[in-house]
């Protein structure tokens, strides 16, 4: 058995720098958003494919002193992956990405993923430089590689091979945009170094 989404969203959580950002799309936002994300937590919107990555880099390229990780999908991070070759050329050593590696479209009814079992999300990101990659697929494991990715320096990538759900509810949106980008506004003006400028 692999990981199961939750396991991800409740490691990250668990082992996240703090204060920190976390930006969550596709499948980690209902568990994220489940009892209210925590602060600092951002459940970006969950259609918005390839766009969360670049939303993470220029929060952290912006706040230099703020851990940010964002919690990606396969296909999301398939329909960008020259967004890696960015975030190496960025150099932003406080970004993290955890890809949840589920081999399908789960939000929009589990159609499988293009390259699925195929493509190596962090050999990718190692040849597109970035400074750690990892991946992991054993629930015992996934501890120690969050570990890692945050104490590594980034950009760091951990991909993770998720199990996919079959049948899974579509997803719903987390409420709405204008809210959610407040509070996360409002986290990042009282974060301590500055605020959104
Ligand atoms: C260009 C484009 N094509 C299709 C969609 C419809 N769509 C929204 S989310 C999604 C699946 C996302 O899959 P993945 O990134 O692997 O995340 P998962 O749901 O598996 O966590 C699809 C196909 C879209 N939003 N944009
Ligand atoms: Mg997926």
């Not at 969950?46 to 390839?50: D, E």
């Not at 949840?100 to 479209?105: A, E, P, T, W």
């Given at each position: 058995m692999g990981v199961t989404v939750e396991q991800v969203v409740e490691g990250v959580v668990r082992l996240r720098p703090v204060p920190s950002v976390v930006v969550a799309t596709m499948s980690a936002v209902a568990p994220f958003a489940a009892d209210g994300p925590p602060p600092g937590g951002f459940a970006y919107l969950?259609?918005?494919?390839?766009q969360a990555v670049p939303f993470a880099l220029g929060i952290a390229l912006r706040r230099p002193a703020l851990p940010v990780v964002v919690l990606a999908g396969d296909g999301s991070m398939l329909m960008n992956l020259g967004c890696l070759a960015t975030v190496a050329e960025a150099e932003a050593p406080n970004l993290r990405i955890v890809v949840?590696?589920?081999?399908?479209?789960q939000v929009t009814g589990g159609q499988p993923v293009v390259g699925s079992g195929r493509v190596r999300f962090e050999a990718v990101a190692h040849a597109c430089g970035l400074r750690h990659a990892e991946a992991v697929g054993e629930p015992p494991a996934l501890d120690g590689a969050l570990g890692r990715l945050f104490g590594a320096a980034g950009p760091a990538l951990l991909s993770v091979r998720v199990d996919p759900v079959p049948d899974a509810p579509p997803a719903r949106s987390p409420g709405p945009p204008v809210e959610r980008l407040a509070r996360l506004r409002a986290f990042l003006a009282g974060a301590g170094d500055g605020g959104v400028r």
């Open positions: 969950p259609s918005s494919m390839g949840l590696d589920n081999g399908v479209y």
